[in-house]
C-alpha cells in the first residue's frame, strides 16, 4: 500500500484492520513459540551444552519481549490518537525479522549431525511454525520474512550435510518454502480483497438507506390526506396536535378529542422508556426516520397490528414528532395464514412435514442442553389404501383426522405430533431419561387403534405399525434418527404390522443388504441373470404330466444364488415385480408353447400372480402380450393367486371375472394358509384349489393334518373344483391323497424344479417319474 495520505478512506479502513490484526494476534503467537521453543530444546537437551541452549531461549523471550512491549504500545497509542499506520506496520515487520532470524539460528547454531531422529525434528520444527502462522499472518511481506528466515536455515543445514538423502530434503524444504509463500500471497490478496469489499458494501448500503429515509420523510410530510392514520405530536410532551382523517376513523376518537390523548395511549405497547430509545437515533440525527411494528389501541379498547414510520422535525417550534401509521390487520392475517398452511396439515392440524425439519432440529438442542434423551416415532396406516380404495378418499380423509386426534389424546403436552404424509405420522417425545417411556407410548398407541373408527355409522378397523430410533443413542444426526426410525417401521410391518420395533443395528445390516441386492435386482433382466425352472404336477390315476409350475430363480456373479423368497418381496417393495412378473409370464408361455411338441397331451403352465401386479392394472396387457407373442392357447395358462390378494381386492371382482372369461385357469395356491373363507370360494371364479405343502408335509405324523387335508378335499369336491397337493414327498403321503381322491399332486417324490430342457425330457419318458418312487420316503431336496 501507499502512504496513509494517498488512501481511500476504504483503503485507510483496510490498511487499519490488517494492522489491527497483525498486533492483535501478536499476544497469543508469542504465547505459542514460548511452549513450543521450550518443547522443542527439551527434546534437543541430550544433543548440545544445556548452557548454550539456555541462551539461545534467553535471546528468544527478549526478542519475544520486545514483540509484546511494541504491541502494548500500539494499543495504547491507537485508543489515544490517529496514528500512522504504515509506521506501526514496519514496526511489526522489524518485529517479525526479529523472530524469524532468532528461530531460523537454531539449525544454524544448534542442528544435530549424528542422531536421525534429531535431525528430523530439527527439519520439521521450522515447518510447522511455518505452517502454523500461514493462515494467521495476513499480511504477504511478514510471512515472506518470516518464512524465509526459518526455512532458509533449515535447508542450508540439509545441504551442509552433503550426501544425496539430506540434499533431497534440503531441495523439499526449498519447494515446500515457495509453497508456503504463494499460499500466502493468494490468502493476504484475498483477505485484503473481502475486506475491502465489505468496507465498500456496507458504505453503499448507508447510501442506499440515507436516500430510502430522505425519501420516505419527504413522502411522510406530503401524505396528510391519505388513508393512513397520520399523527402530529409535541416531541416532549407528546400530546397529540393533529391527526388525519384516517385516525379519526380507524380509533374512533372524536377530532376535537385527540389533543387530550398522550401519543403513547394509541401506541400501547411502548412506555416512555422504550419510546425514547425508539427515537434516539431522530434525535441525534442519525437517522431522518425511524421504524415501529406493534399494535395501536382504538377508544373501544380493542387492539390492531400497526406499521408506523415516525420522524422528527426539529426545525418546527416547538419541535415535533410526525408518525404516519399503517393498519396491517388483513396482511398480519394473511401471514399468520400463510405461516400456518407452511407449518402445519390442513386435514389433520398437526405439523408437516416441512416444519419438521427445523422443529426436531430444536428438539435435539434442548436435549442436548438438558441431557435428556428424545425418541423419534414412524407411524403408518396399515393397509390404509384398501380404505381409500374400497370405501372412498372422504371416508380415508375421516380415518386420518380421527388418528390425529388419537394420537393427540395420548401425548403428553411436551410431546409433538407430526404428519409427515399420506397415512404416515411421527411422534416426538422429548426430556426421556431412557428409552421406557417410549416403549410405553408405542405400546398404548397400538392398543389404541384396536379400537374401530365409526365413521357413517360404520366401523372401520384400522392397525399400526411404529418404528423408532433413539436420539443420541442411535445417532445425533437427525436424517439418520429418521431413517433408522423408518426402517425400524417397516421391520414391524415386515414382523406382521399391528406392533412396534426399536431401531437395532442389525436392521441396519439387513437394509444394506437389501439394498444391495435391490440395486443388482434392478439389471438382472437385461443381464440375463433371471431363469425359470419347472416342477411337474402329476395326474396320479392316468399316470402323465398334466402341466408345471414355473418357478423364478436368480443367479448374480457378485450374490450367487439368490432364495426366491428373499428377492421376490424387495422387488415388490422397489416396485419392480410388474417388470419380472411380465418377463415370467413372456417366458413361461414360451416354453410351454414348446411342450405342446412333445407331451403326450396338453400340457399347462402355472404361474404366481403378485398382489403388486394385479394392482398396478397392467395385469392383462402383460398376460395377452405373453400369450400372443408365444402362441400359446389360453386354456394352457394358469395364474396362481393368493388368499390374501382376494381379500385386498374383492372390490375388484371384475378383473378376475375378465381372467376367467378369456379361458384362464385361475388356482387358489397355498389354501389354509391365510383367511381361509369359504365366501372367497363362492364368489370367485376359481377352477383349482391348491392344498399347501404345510398340510401335507406331516401327513403321516399328525392326525390333525389330516383331518385338515381331508376337510379340504370334501369342500373342493362338493364345489367342484380340481385339487392340486403340493409337497408330496413320499410313497405314504401320495396314498394317503389317492385314498381322498386327489387325482393331481406336485412334489420331490416325482420330480424337483427341473430347467426347462431337462423338463422336455420328462415329457418325453414320462415313465422316469414313476420309476423314481420307491416305498420308503424320500428326502427332499430343498425348497421351492
Not at 565 to 581: C, Q
Amino acid at each position: 500500500m501507499t502512504k496513509d495520505k494517498n488512501l481511500s478512506p476504504i483503503e485507510q479502513r483496510v490498511l487499519l484492520y490488517l494492522v489491527n490484526t497483525l498486533y492483535a494476534r501478536t499476544k497469543s503467537a508469542t504465547l505459542f513459540l514460548v511452549i513450543t521453543c521450550a518443547v522443542y530444546l527439551a527434546l534437543q537437551a541430550g544433543q548440545f551444552p544445556r548452557q548454550a541452549l539456555l541462551a539461545w531461549y534467553a535471546v528468544l523471550l527478549l526478542v519475544l519481549l520486545g514483540r509484546l512491549l511494541l504491541t502494548r504500545a500500539y494499543n495504547r497509542r491507537r485508543a489515544t490518537s490517529n496514528h500512522d499506520l504504515e509506521t506501526w506496520l514496519h514496526r511489526f515487520r522489524w518485529g517479525i525479522l526479529a523472530t524469524g532470524i532468532t528461530l531460523g539460528s537454531l539449525n544454524i547454531f544448534f542442528f544435530p549431525r549424528h542422531s536421525l531422529p534429531h535431525q528430523m525434528l530439527a527439519f520439521l520444527f521450522p515447518m510447522g511454525l511455518t505452517a502454523g502462522i500461514l493462515t494467521m499472518m495476513p499480511d504477504f511481506f511478514s510471512f515472506a520474512i518470516y518464512a524465509c528466515t526459518l526455512l532458509l536455515p533449515d535447508a542450508y543445514a540439509a545441504f551442509a550435510l552433503g550426501d544425496w538423502l539430506h540434499t533431497g530434503i534440503g531441495a523439499l524444504i526449498l519447494i515446500l518454502l515457495v509453497f508456503f509463500v504463494k499460499f500466502n500471497r493468494d490468502y493476504s490478496g484475498n483477505f485484503i480483497s473481502a475486506r475491502k469489499l465489505l468496507y465498500e458494501n456496507e458504505s453503499l448500503v448507508k447510501d442506499l438507506e440515507k436516500e430510502k429515509n430522505k425519501l420516505i420523510n419527504r413522502l411522510g410530510r406530503i401524505l396528510n390526506d391519505s388513508s393512513n392514520e397520520i399523527y402530529v405530536a409535541d416531541a416532549q410532551s407528546l400530546q397529540i396536535i393533529q391527526v388525519n382523517q384516517g385516525a379519526i376513523q380507524n380509533l374512533g376518537y372524536g377530532a376535537d378529542e385527540f389533543s387530550a390523548i398522550n401519543l403513547l395511549t394509541i401506541f400501547c405497547d411502548l412506555d416512555q422508556e422504550t419510546w425514547e430509545e425508539l427515537i434516539a437515533p431522530l434525535r441525534s440525527n442519525e437517522q431522518e426516520s425511524v421504524h415501529y411494528k406493534g399494535r395501536n389501541r382504538r377508544k373501544n379498547g380493542t387492539v390492531y397490528p400497526i406499521d408506523a414510520t415516525i420522524q422528527l422535525s426539529s426545525q418546527d417550534s416547538p419541535p415535533i414528532i410526525v408518525a404516519t401509521v399503517k393498519d396491517i390487520t388483513e396482511r398480519h392475517k394473511w401471514e399468520q395464514k400463510l405461516i400456518y398452511q407452511a407449518n402445519y396439515d390442513q386435514l389433520t392440524g398437526l405439523l408437516n412435514r416441512h416444519y419438521m425439519q427445523s422443529y426436531i432440529n430444536s428438539a435435539f438442542i434442548r436435549a442436548r442442553r438438558n441431557r435428556k434423551k428424545l425418541a423419534l416415532m414412524f407411524m403408518d396406516l396399515d393397509n390404509f389404501k384398501n380404505i381409500n380404495d374400497s370405501l372412498g378418499h372422504d371416508v380415508g380423509d375421516e380415518v386420518l383426522k380421527q388418528t390425529a386426534d388419537r394420537i393427540r389424546s395420548l401425548l403428553r403436552g411436551s410431546d409433538t405430533p407430526i404428519r409427515s404424509g399420506g397415512d404416515e405420522f411421527m411422534v416426538l417425545l422429548e426430556g426421556l431419561q431412557d428409552s421406557n417411556h417410549a416403549n410405553v407410548v408405542a405400546r398404548k398407541l397400538v392398543n389404541l387403534f384396536q379400537e374401530p373408527f365409526i365413521i357413517n355409522m360404520q366401523e372401520i378397523y384400522m392397525t399400526v405399525s411404529i418404528g423408532i430410533s433413539i436420539y443420541p443413542d442411535d445417532s445425533e444426526l437427525m436424517e439418520q434418527l429418521l431413517q433408522y426410525a423408518d426402517m425400524a417401521m417397516y421391520h414391524a410391518k415386515e414382523a406382521g404390522k399391528n406392533n412396534y420395533r426399536f431401531f437395532s443395528r442389525e436392521m441396519s445390516k439387513i437394509s444394506d443388504e437389501k439394498m444391495l441386492i435391490a440395486g443388482h435386482l434392478r439389471r438382472a433382466i437385461e443381464n440375463g441373470e433371471l431363469s425359470l425352472v419347472f416342477q411337474p404336477q402329476v395326474d396320479i390315476r392316468k399316470r402323465t404330466i398334466v402341466g408345471a409350475e414355473a418357478l423364478l430363480r436368480w443367479h448374480n456373479l457378485q450374490l450367487g444364488n439368490v432364495p426366491p423368497d428373499k428377492f421376490i418381496k424387495i422387488a415388490e417393495e422397489i416396485g419392480f415385480i410388474e417388470e419380472i412378473g411380465n418377463w415370467v409370464l413372456k417366458e413361461a408361455c414360451r416354453e410351454a408353447k414348446t411342450w405342446q411338441e412333445v407331451s403326450a397331451g396338453e400340457c399347462y403352465v402355472a404361474v404366481n400372480i403378485s398382489s403388486q401386479q394385479f394392482r398396478t392394472g397392467t395385469l392383462m396387457a402383460g398376460i395377452d402380450q405373453a400369450l400372443n407373442s408365444s402362441g400359446l392357447d389360453n386354456r394352457l395358462l394358469e395364474l396362481e393367486i393368493t388368499e390374501s390378494l382376494l381379500l385386498q381386492y374383492e372390490h375388484n371382482i371384475n378383473t378376475i371375472d375378465a381372467l376367467h372369461h378369456r379361458g384362464l385357469r385361475l388356482a387358489l395356491d397355498d389354501f389354509g394358509t391365510g383367511y381361509s373363507s369359504l365366501s372367497y370360494l363362492k364368489r370367485f371364479p376359481l377352477q383349482v384349489l391348491k392344498i399347501d405343502r404345510s398340510f401335507t408335509r406331516e401327513l403321516e405324523e399328525d392326525d390333525s393334518d389330516r383331518a385338515l387335508v381331508q376337510a379340504i378335499i370334501a369342500m373342493a369336491q362338493s364345489l367342484r373344483l380340481d385339487i392340486v397337493a403340493e409337497g408330496i414327498e413320499t410313497r405314504q403321503q401320495l396314498e394317503f391323497l389317492r385314498q381322498c381322491g386327489v387325482q393331481v399332486v406336485q412334489g420331490y417324490l416325482f420330480s424337483p424344479p427341473v430347467p426347462p430342457a431337462e423338463f422336455k425330457q420328462l415329457l418325453r419318458d414320462e415313465s422316469r417319474i414313476w420309476q423314481k418312487i420307491q416305498p420308503e420316503r424320500r428326502a427332499a431336496a430343498g425348497g421351492r
